[in-house]
């Protein structure tokens, strides 16, 4: 975990605690991730330094009331702009299936109308079976 921007982070998640928590809520969990990365308890772990200290960053965030306010609008304009590209993503493919769709039916409808075509053409043309009742017959009427 490389993250040393905590503005690109969810810090929610960081501290599996909800959004709305209080800061009683957040300093508990505080205290709970710090048992799991202070590094201290973790010194074969080469990142558990970094990860303490954004687990500080985090609590500083959270626990100042005007600070958290503003990371939380960031936070949800994330989110928002997650959802409208999702939305995007999900729009684009949905039009290149339409489009593929399209295309197939085209080609099938293609490849019936030749096949259509060809029966038609069979049926103009008579084989040799049909060419020698036609010659037969006209001899029989002529003669």
């Known amino acids: 975990m490389a993250i040393t ?3 690109q ?3 929610y998640d960081f501290l599996d605690i909800p959004a709305n928590s209080n800061k009683q809520d957040i300093e508990t969990a ?4 710090a048992l799991i990365y202070h590094p201290d308890k973790n010194r074969n772990k080469p990142n558990a330094a970094k990860l303490f200290q954004l ?3 985090a609590k ?3 626990t100042n009331a005007p600070v958290r306010a503003f990371y939380d609008k960031i936070l949800t304009a994330r989110k928002i702009k997650a959802e409208i590209e999702e939305k995007s993503v999900l729009h684009d493919q949905r039009v290149k299936m339409k489009l593929e ?3 197939e039916a085209e080609a099938e409808a293609k490849i019936e109308k030749q096949s259509l075509d060809s ?3 069979a049926k103009k043309t008579p084989n040799k ?3 020698l009742k036609i010659l037969w017959k006209r001899n029989c009427v002529v003669n």
């Open 129 to 131: 079976k049909e060419k």
């Open 9 to 11: 982070m969810d810090l």
């Open 30 to 33: 505080y205290r709970k991730k």
């Open 101 to 103: 769709a399209e295309a």
């Open 60 to 62: 500083e965030v959270l």
């Open 119 to 121: 029966k038609k053409e």
């Open 5 to 7: 921007n905590i503005l």
């Open 55 to 57: 687990l500080k960053k």
